[in-house]
């Protein structure tokens, strides 16, 4: 089973940046997809951004070309670079991990970390 451990988040005014990490626990973690959600308040959990074990990418339309996703398997680490902040990315950022696409598509799991906060002020 993995454990994952997110970091990263602060208070940063809009148009800044932010590195999220990931970090990883366990032994499948170099095959296994990693999805970051975020889940604002009033908000369902989304997905943000995947990137499976070979480096593919995917992102929601509303982070496209302002957020990043990327991977150090041999530091069991995923990343979430996040630029040109604006203030409705705030939210609770989480990752999560399968070795199923699907799944973390559908961000159907039923245990979460306890994420990390990002705020964005204007």
């Known amino acids: 089973q993995v454990q994952l451990v997110e970091s990263g988040g602060g208070l940063v005014q809009a148009g800044g940046s932010l590195r999220l990490s990931c970090a990883a626990s366990?032994?499948?973690?170099?095959?296994?997809?990693m999805g970051w959600y975020r889940q604002a308040p009033g908000k369902q959990r989304e997905l943000v951004a995947a990137?499976?074990?070979?480096?593919?990418?995917n992102y929601a339309d509303s982070v496209k070309g302002r957020f990043t996703t990327s991977r150090d398997n041999a530091k069991k680490t995923v990343y979430l670079q996040m630029n040109s902040l604006k203030p409705e990315d705030t939210a609770v950022y989480y990752c999560n991990t399968d070795p199923r696409w699907a799944r973390v598509v559908a961000g159907d799991f039923g245990s979460w970390g306890q994420g990390t906060q990002v705020t964005v002020s204007s």
């Open positions: 366990g032994s499948i973690f170099s095959i296994n997809t």
């Open positions: 990137i499976t074990s070979g480096g593919s990418t």
